[in-house]
C-alpha cells in the first residue's frame, strides 16, 4: 500500500554544509566541534507497486512479492548535535529541500508472515538532484551514498 519513507544518511563525525564558502551547493567536511550526531533525512510519500504470491488461504501464510515502487519528496531535516565549550549539548535542526532529489524509483522484494514483511529496496534515483546545483561543482566532488536499504511493514487491514 501507500505509506511514508525517510531515508536517512549518516555523515559520523563529519557535517554536511549547505552553500560553503567556495561556492559549490554543498559538501561534507570534517567536524570542527565535538560531534554526537551528523545526519540529512529526506521524506518521500511511495507507492509500491508488486507482483505478490501468497499461496494460502485467505492471505494469512508465507508470502513474496517483487516490484517497483515510486514517491515524491516531501521535505528534509538536517540533524547536528554537538558539545560546544560554555554551552554544553547544542541540537540544531534545520528543515528544507537540501537539493534532494523531487522523485525516489526503484525495485524492492519482499517476504512476509501474516501482516508482518521484511524487505528490500534499491533506488535508482540520486539522493540529490544534480540539476539544480550550482553549474561549478564537478561530479567527483559529489558525496557518494550508497542506495539501499532493508525495512520492515505491518499490516493493518
Known amino acids: 500500500g501507500l505509506g511514508f519513507t525517510s531515508y536517512t544518511y549518516d555523515f559520523g563525525q563529519n557535517l554536511l554544509q549547505l552553500d560553503p564558502p567556495s561556492g559549490s551547493g554543498y559538501q561534507v567536511i570534517p567536524a570542527t566541534v565535538d560531534l554526537r550526531r551528523s545526519n540529512l533525512s529526506m521524506s518521500y510519500f511511495e507507492v509500491p507497486i508488486s507482483f505478490v504470491i501468497n499461496p494460502s ?6 508470502s513474496a512479492s517483487v516490484g517497483g515502487c515510486t514517491g515524491i519528496r516531501m521535505g528534509g531535516t538536517r540533524h547536528v548535535v554537538y558539545r560546544a565549550d560554555g554551552m554544553g549539548r547544542v541540537t540544531e535542526n534545520t528543515t528544507g529541500n ?4 523531487l522523485f525516489s524509483y526503484g525495485l524492492q522484494a519482499e517476504l512476509g508472515f501474516k501482516h508482518f514483511t521484511v524487505g528490500v529496496r534499491q533506488n535508482f534515483n540520486k539522493p540529490f538532484n ?22 520492515a511493514t505491518v499490516g493493518f487491514f
Open 130 to 151: 544534480e540539476a539544480v546545483l550550482p553549474a561549478n561543482i564537478s561530479a567527483d566532488s559529489q558525496p557518494n551514498f550508497y542506495n539501499a536499504s532493508v525495512f
Open 98 to 101: 537540501f537539493y534532494g532529489s
Open 57 to 62: 488461504r485467505r492471505a494469512k501464510g508465507l
